[in-house]
């Protein structure tokens, strides 16, 4: 049982149980209030088609509050909203190709610093700091 276990990379309790019928499978999601959620999430995508969980849940709450109802969870309404498909489609799903030959932005802000320190970019100096340090030598503030 254990090389079998440690072959399988799970513990030996749990490959006894699985083994044995008694563990139970994982049962999907359910709150007796979601019920009484879907008639007003259902009116509430049908008068706004392009809002999202996020800004539903938002006008869900706004509504919720007024009646002095308790206000409901962004990820409740995702759920609710993913188990009745009224979720919107993802804009901008597909990447294209990648345009760089596999090489990240931090190595290319690397490579980039490195050109700049080694280039006399680097050492141009743009304004003229010599009459702030005469001054500051002899006491004086400027304004």
Known sequence: ??????????????????????????RSYHKA?????????????????TYGYRRMTAVLNRDLQAEGRDLVNHKRVYRI???????LERSGFERCERAHDSKSCLNFAAARLRHI??????????????PLFADQNQGAVVP
């Open 1 to 26: 049982m254990k090389a079998v276990a440690e072959t399988l990379g799970v513990s030996r309790s749990n490959l006894h149980e699985r083994l044995k019928g008694t563990s139970k499978p994982r």
């Open 33 to 49: 209030q979601d019920a009484a959620l879907l008639p007003r999430i259902r009116a509430l995508v049908a008068k706004r088609p």
């Open 81 to 87: 909203m993913k188990a009745n498909d009224l979720l």
């Open 117 to 130: 320190a080694g280039t006399q970019w680097s050492t141009r100096k743009y304004i003229n700091m010599s």
